[in-house]
Antibody
Framework: QEQLVESGGGLVTPGGSLRLSCAAS????????MTWIRQAPGKGLEWVSH????????YYAESVKGRFTISRDNVKDSLFLEMSSLKDEDTAIYYC????????WGQGTLVTVSP | DIVMTQSPDSLAVSLGERATINCKSS????????????LAWYQQKPGQAPKLLMY???TRESGVPDRFSGSGSGTDFTLTINSLQAEDVAVYYC?????????FGQGTKLEIK
């Protein structure tokens, strides 16, 4: 059974850092691009970042460029998002999703940036 | 950057009737080498993660009921839900994966009239 499980969310003060993880199972993780997408409370979806199957090519939304770093471990079937210099507007549910057009999503992890 | 604009923002449709949601991209999302449009549709029910409904504009994801259909090409796309069921109440998003940064429409909230 295919599964994506995010973890690492929580409450952090502005300027702080957080590392999100996404554990994949039930499919060949190393064959797929992986994506992070976020959703602020009561708002729509925002594409954040994606990484190719080998981990060599990474793209970021302008809103997070220079502050967030995406990475993956194809041995441990895991995707990561390192977030630093966090701002209030980074408060959101962060989803990991499989593939360029995100055919399968995890349930998300909530990141709250507040003093 | 490509801007995706959905219309309407919300709509109410009677059970058994047809719902139509439109999505317009600020530039074409047609991938010329494959003649496929890089456009997906998602359904998000309250408290749940989004679920893929359609990709390549008109290809239905496995397991999605055939009352859902996608159409359009270039810059104008439509998601049609025939014979609306109560379980179709959700927010629907279009998404372009043609050009980075990828982008989503603002969402359309579908309710029962």
């Amino acid at each position: 059974q295919e599964q994506l499980v995010e973890s690492g969310g929580g409450l952090v003060t502005p300027g702080g850092s957080l590392r999100l993880s996404c554990a994949a199972s039930g499919f060949s993780f190393s064959d797929h691009y992986m994506t992070w997408i976020r959703q602020a409370p009561g708002k729509g979806l925002e594409w954040v970042s994606h990484i190719n199957s080998g981990g060599t090519t990474k793209y970021y939304a302008e809103s997070v460029k220079g502050r967030f770093t995406i990475s993956r471990d194809n041995v441990k079937d895991s995707l990561f998002l390192e977030m630093s210099s966090l701002k209030d507007e980074d408060t959101a549910i962060y989803y990991c999703a499989r593939g360029v057009f995100s055919d399968f999503w995890g349930q998300g992890t909530l990141v709250t940036v507040s003093p | 950057d490509i801007v995706m604009t959905q219309s309407p923002d919300s709509l109410a449709v009677s059970l058994g009737e047809r719902a139509t949601i439109n999505c317009k991209s600020s530039q074409s999302v047609l991938y010329s080498s494959t003649k496929k449009d890089c456009l997906a549709w998602y359904q998000q029910k309250p408290g749940q993660a989004p679920k893929l409904l359609m990709y390549w504009a008109s290809t239905r994801e496995s397991g999605v009921p055939d009352r859902f259909s996608g159409s359009g090409s270039g810059t104008d796309f439509t998601l049609t839900i025939n014979s609306l069921q109560a379980e179709d109440v959700a927010v629907y998003y279009c998404h372009q994966y043609y050009s980075l940064p990828y982008s989503f429409g603002q969402g359309t909230k579908l309710e029962i009239k």
